[in-house]
């Protein structure tokens, strides 16, 4: 079909379970419990599918996808299918000999996430004791399997200021990347925005930190920074454009444009098991109701970055104005900017650490 | 660790593990894998890489390509050395001495 683009990415979210409570967590609010997950052969359906799609990467995430026992045939079925195959995990639930049979079957990375540069605070955020110590021994076996391995560091106000240490750990583990991931504010971060959203002079700091720190360590560590819109002057491209480039299937085989789309109550979202997946890419109403550029509202339409940042997130002008085809308010352009803008300063100052944990 | 290793003659460069060559046959064209990236590789970039191959030094991936393309050698160490500079400095590629 014509105008309809090539996706490059899958996220593959294969439970919701998962040992840590992490405050932000991506997933939904509402969790999907184990007796409605996809079976193993669906998965594996759905990974030929996307290859046949011209799928390139399939990021196997969660929840914590070692939670589920079948994830060796899993990832067996994604390489094979012609996938690049990245591993998502926070670590717990994986033993020496899991790291190496997912390595014998085809695994090609491993994403790490860590939640401090030291047990106390780390097990704190990830409420789990033990996790910082079973994250680290893990990144040793990856490092032991000859595996890339990227650390993925979830940054917000009780983790900012240590941003410099975050980055020297990633070095000595050997991480060919760091992801430097600000806090997206949907669902879980959102409850616990109150305690997680940084300071504008946190965030200015953290900025020529990953500036500095990618200049001195180009050619032995590739760090992405995600800048936190709130306090930006331009939306980011959210998802490199809604239904562009990728897609996330949940735990129970809802097809998405972006792991957070359900916050959207507006739109639907179809099933694998009701529909071919290049169908649902193709001509999905939840895909094609912000694909491209038609149906921006000005001041988005007359705007030139409208093909480069692709109007932003779909959630968030949902969250503030109830409309998810408004312009995104994080944008200088917008006339909810400044209330966005207001919010975050104020959250920043409230001044409150305690976690609403992530639980089913 | 290849920390800014230069691309000499000598050195022996190749793809690490989680970094490989793909045909996509949707697209009809080749990309080079690795975490989070996927570079799309013209014909020429395709034929640089099919020559490293873990156990050429670059003097050697040189004269190969030289002797392929009928090229002026000097011409393909440099191209060839600022192509696999740029992907090592992404850690796309390492070298061995």
Known sequence: MNGVPIPMALLAE??????????YCSNPLELTRRSNELSTAAWIDVFQQAAAMGVLHVHLSGGEPAS?????????????AGLYTNLITSGVGLTRDRLKALADRGLDHVQLSVQGVD???????????????????????????GLPLTVNAVMHRQNLDRLDETIGMAVRRGARRLEVANTQYHGWAYRNRFALMPTPD????????VAEARERLKGEMVIDYVTPDHLGTYPKPCMGGWARIGLCITPRGAVLPCHAAET??????????DRP???IWANGPAFTAYRGTDWMPDPCRSCERKTRDWGGCRCQA??????????????????????VRAAAVAEAQAGADAFDYRTF | MSVAAAITEEVTPYLPRGVRLHHCSVRAGWFLLAPERALKMDAIGVAILN????????GAIVDKLASDFKAPRERVAADAGKFLRDLADRRMVEVKS
């Open chain 1, 264 to 273: 959207i109550t507006t739109l639907s979202f179809e099933n694998v098991a």
């Open chain 1, 277 to 279: 997946l290049a169908d």
């Open chain 1, 202 to 209: 946190q965030v200015r700091r953290g900025g020529r930190i």
């Open chain 1, 68 to 80: 589920r026992r079948d994830l060796e045939d899993l990832t067996e079925g994604a390489r094979a």
């Open chain 2, 51 to 58: 020559a490293v191959d873990g156990t050429r030094s670059f």
């Open chain 1, 14 to 23: 294969l439970t919701h379970r998962c040992p840590l409570k992490c405050p």
């Open chain 1, 318 to 339: 949902f969250a503030w104005t109830g409309d998810a085809g408004q312009t995104d308010p994080v944008c200088s352009k917008s006339d909810r900017h400044a209330d």
């Open chain 1, 119 to 145: 047990a106390e605070t780390a097990d704190r955020i990830g409420g789990f004791k033990g996790g910082f110590e079973t994250k680290m021994r893990l990144a040793g076996w990856v490092a032991e399997e």
